[in-house]
């Protein structure tokens, strides 16, 4: 299984980045798949999760409204839309793959201590 986040990059605040995780090995029928940011120092951050088979999705409170997860199974890539920029959504940010069950809420989220997919991380900074 493989997981490779893209598309970080430096932007003002206010502005849009748009970022893409490439999956394989695994059917995302079958996994929820979730992005997560971490700034040195400070404990990993769940910012959204989607459901790959019918494409439910939850965000966190910091980000909803600003931020849209989205899925394109016969490519098999997520991505995250971030809009609105602001200075506190610098971070590394990191996609990772749960198994999900029929009928189970998004599985890769913060609850959920026991994920071990991860992908490496892309870094965004809003700055001015």
């Known amino acids: 299984v493989q997981l490779q986040a893209s598309g970080g990059g430096r932007v003002q605040p206010g502005g849009s980045l748009s970022l893409s995780c490439a999956v394989s090995?695994?059917?995302?029928?079958?996994?929820?798949i979730g992005w997560f940011r971490q700034v040195p120092g400070r404990e990993r951050e769940w910012v959204s999760c989607?459901?790959?088979?019918?494409?439910?999705?939850t965000y966190a409170d910091s980000v909803r409204g600003r931020f849209t997860i989205s899925r394109d199974n016969a490519k098999d890539m997520v991505y995250l839309q971030m809009n609105s920029l602001k200075p506190e959504d610098t971070a590394v940010y990191y996609c990772?793959?749960?198994?999900?069950?029929?009928?189970?809420?998004?599985?890769?989220?913060?609850?959920?201590?026991?994920?071990?997919?991860w992908g490496q991380g892309t870094q965004v900074t809003v700055s001015s």
């Open positions: 990772a793959a749960e198994e999900w069950v029929l009928g189970a809420p998004c599985s890769a989220t913060g609850g959920n201590p026991n994920i071990h997919m």
């Open positions: 090995g695994i059917s995302l029928d079958y996994y929820s």
């Open positions: 989607i459901i790959g088979l019918d494409s439910s999705s």
